[in-house]
């Protein structure tokens, strides 16, 4: 039987999905339109320009069940990684401002550049960053009693190698959904094209980035593989990823809009939960043992009834109204390509 931790637990885990799928989707939008000339500009902001802001709401979300029911979690996290998170708060409204600015931008001018190149570099830092944010949390080098110095507590947890490579995989993972995504916007045979193009290119870094995050484990005395291998569940989703890997090329090659989009999404909810299943139930791994989990820092049994009922609520909706906006703005793309 399920109880109420549980169901928190699995919202959370599904708004972490859908900001991935989504949210990742709109930053790896400003990441494939730096190599997709002047027309991706324009098909991209065509695309994101109805949904973008309201991707965020997963987020919010999973923000908010951290804070109401695992309050210890996200102070420890709003404590000790608070560099790295204000980049992705910074990154956010950057990306958010100089899109909108942008797409108002009536003269086209010297500004609709810089604007440009706000959008750009801001949708490749904030994954970056949020992928350090992730690898710190996994890693270890957090310290809850801060007795280190200001180096120690606030900078080594997450500037080091693995970290970093955390952040570039976010970073290319987002490309390479946003590149699947675009190949059902695109307008020509040509651009449609280049986004194959881009997806496999995207693909292959990020498949590469993945290899390389087990090795920096190893270098940074994380025994990652060692988790990898003890549980069943991440080595079934992660080999299901790819052996999705010649599904998504013979999908490139025989163009299906909806299966195309549905086997990135299967990818990104495989890989999502073969982390998950690493990772449970430690939401912060501790430098001196003192893990935090879903377990030891839940809140008490009224706040966490409270926010469940909050929660069914609030889907109640937040889910239709994904709805009627998907099907407002999205319902219009073809299902095979080349036509």
């Given amino acids: 039987m399920i109880n ?8 959370l885990g599904v708004s972490f999905i859908l900001y991935t799928l989504l949210g990742g989707a709109d930053f790896g939008a400003g990441i494939v339109e730096t190599f997709a000339g002047k027309q991706g500009e324009k ?11 309201a991707n965020h709401v997963w ?32 990154g956010i409204v950057l990306r958010g401002s100089s899109f909108a600015f942008r797409h108002y931008d009536a003269l086209h001018g010297t500004t609709h550049k810089y604007y440009t190149a706000f959008f750009e570099v801001s949708s ?4 970056i960053f949020l992928g350090i944010t992730l690898g710190a949390m996994m890693l270890g080098e957090i310290s809850l009693d801060n007795s280190g110095n200001f180096y120690e507590q606030f900078i080594m947890p997450w500037l080091n190698v693995f970290c970093l490579i955390m952040g570039l995989f976010s970073a290319f993972l987002f490309g390479y959904i946003a590149a699947i995504f675009l190949v059902g916007e695109a ?32 270098i940074e005395n ?9 549980s069943g569940l991440s080595v079934t989703a992660f080999s299901s990823v790819i052996l999705l890997i010649p599904v998504i090329f013979y999908l490139f090659n025989h163009p299906n809009i909806f299966y195309l989009r549905a086997a990135i999404s299967v990818q990104v909810i495989l890989i999502m939960l073969g982390w998950f299943a690493i990772q ?6 501790e430098k001196h043992g003192k893990h935090l989990t879903f377990y030891n820092t839940q809140a008490p049994y009224a706040t966490l009834y409270q926010l469940l009922i909050s929660l069914f609520v609030g889907l109640l909706l937040i889910i ?13 793309n073809g299902q095979h390509l080349n036509q």
């Avoid at 098909?43 to 802001?53: G, M, Q």
């Avoid at 490749?124 to 994954?127: E, H, Y």
């Avoid at 020509?188 to 292959?204: N, T, V, W």
């Fill in 4 to 11: 109420m931790l549980q169901i928190i637990i699995i919202i």
């Fill in 43 to 53: 098909t991209i902001s065509k695309a994101i320009a109805p949904v973008w802001e």
């Fill in 59 to 90: 987020l919010i979300l999973a923000i908010v069940i951290i804070f109401t029911g695992f309050p210890q979690v996200y102070a420890a996290i709003g404590l000790s990684l608070h560099i790295p998170l204000m980049v992705v708060l910074i």
């Fill in 124 to 127: 490749f830092i904030t994954p």
């Fill in 187 to 218: 307008t020509s045979s040509i651009e449609q094209k280049r986004y194959i193009r881009l997806s496999k290119i995207f693909l292959l870094l990020t498949f590469a980035m993945g290899v390389l995050i087990f090795v920096a484990a190893e």
């Fill in 222 to 230: 994380h025994h990652l593989l060692n988790q990898f291998f003890k």
């Fill in 280 to 285: 449970f139930p430690v939401l912060v791994y």
């Fill in 320 to 332: 239709p109204s994904f709805y009627f906006l998907f099907k407002v703005f999205k319902r219009s």
